[in-house]
């Protein structure tokens, strides 16, 4: 797996070391009592700078299928997550919220660290293995649009690979807003687009459609977040590339975990659409067979002020 980073337009540099804290009991986040939920159609924000068409109803039902191998399968997505919690400050205290926390494992490390934790997500099967494999936590299903989590009341947000599957970047920013504490601090990672363009340029040589939505840039999301009040006080891009021996592996590790569904219809890939395809990505970016698929991922750091 390669990794490498660049900076992007403003961003702020920051290096943070990690060791694991004890705190002493602390009361637990407040939660709302009412399910939130969120309209599975294209939507754009107020000030209509981004518009994406994703159906959360149908990236819950991909994702919830997708729980039971997502462990084992999400090696890339396991290593960016790792590297959000490394970016976190080395004393941690108070209420922590783990957004998209998918089957807990995030949410277990936040509370190891000495917070109180509660994991939100939208995908019902993703919170049962949560549920099931850390019973001392609280799971709520929600969406980061409408968080089903009580104003002013959480110390630390984190995101890992979660937040790409939203249709407004500034509702999520309105809502970190809302359920942090004056001073409190929101680690994320988003991917974001450049992601997966070695995919995109092989299928439009196959002469293939492309089958994923655009996803927001660096730039659009931090300025989504500046909008909401929040401030940036760290914003790093890197890339993460994984590898694959063929096509089909390549495939199987975007749809496995559940990333291939944005609610948008996927035109089905026949055989001979798959000869194509590998095909071409080999020509284009293959190195000794080896064929790499790139996430490009903005780490943020958000303060309330």
């Not at 660049?6 to 986040?29: D, E, H, K, L």
């Not at 968080?147 to 979660?162: E, K």
């Not at 999301?221 to 063929?246: C, E, G, M, N, P």
Request: charged letters at 20%; hydrophobic letters at 35%; aromatic letters at 6%.
């Amino acid at each position: 797996m390669k990794i490498s980073s660049y900076s992007p337009v403003g961003a702020v540099s920051t290096a943070f070391s990690t060791n694991s804290s004890s705190a002493a009991s602390r009361p637990a986040p407040r939660i709302a009592s009412a399910k939130s939920t969120v309209s599975a159609q294209s939507t754009t924000s107020a000030q209509g700078r981004i518009g994406i068409e994703i159906e959360e109803s149908a990236v819950a039902q991909r994702f919830s299928k997708a729980a039971s191998k997502y462990n084992k399968l999400a090696s890339i997505q396991h290593t960016i997550a790792q590297q959000g919690l490394n970016n976190l400050p080395r004393e941690l205290s108070g209420n922590a919220l783990d957004i998209g926390c998918g089957t807990g494992m995030h949410t277990q490390t936040l509370s190891t660290r000495g917070l109180n934790a509660v994991g939100v997500d939208i995908a019902d099967g993703m919170l049962e293995q949560a549920r099931n494999t850390f019973p001392q936590l609280v799971f709520k299903n929600g969406s980061a649009q409408a968080l089903p989590i009580s104003d002013c009341s959480i110390d630390i947000a984190y995101s890992s690979m979660a937040l790409q599957w939203v249709n407004d970047p500034e509702k999520v920013g309105r809502e970190l807003y809302r359920v942090l504490k004056p001073g409190g601090i929101a680690e994320l990672a988003i991917m974001v687009s450049g992601s997966f363009h070695e995919l995109k340029l092989a299928r439009k040589i196959a002469q293939l459609p492309q089958a994923n939505t655009p996803m927001p840039s660096a730039l659009q999301w931090k300025q989504a977040f500046q909008l909401s009040k929040l401030s940036v006080k760290r914003l790093i891009t890197r890339d993460y590339t994984d590898s694959h021996k063929d096509i089909m592996s390549l495939l199987r590790s975007v749809k496995g975990v559940g990333a291939g569904e944005t609610g948008r219809q996927q035109p089905p890939l026949n055989r001979q659409d798959i000869k194509k395809l590998s095909i071409a990505y080999q020509n284009t970016h293959g190195v000794n067979e080896v064929l790499p698929l790139t996430y490009r991922v903005c780490h943020f750091r958000l303060e309330k002020q």
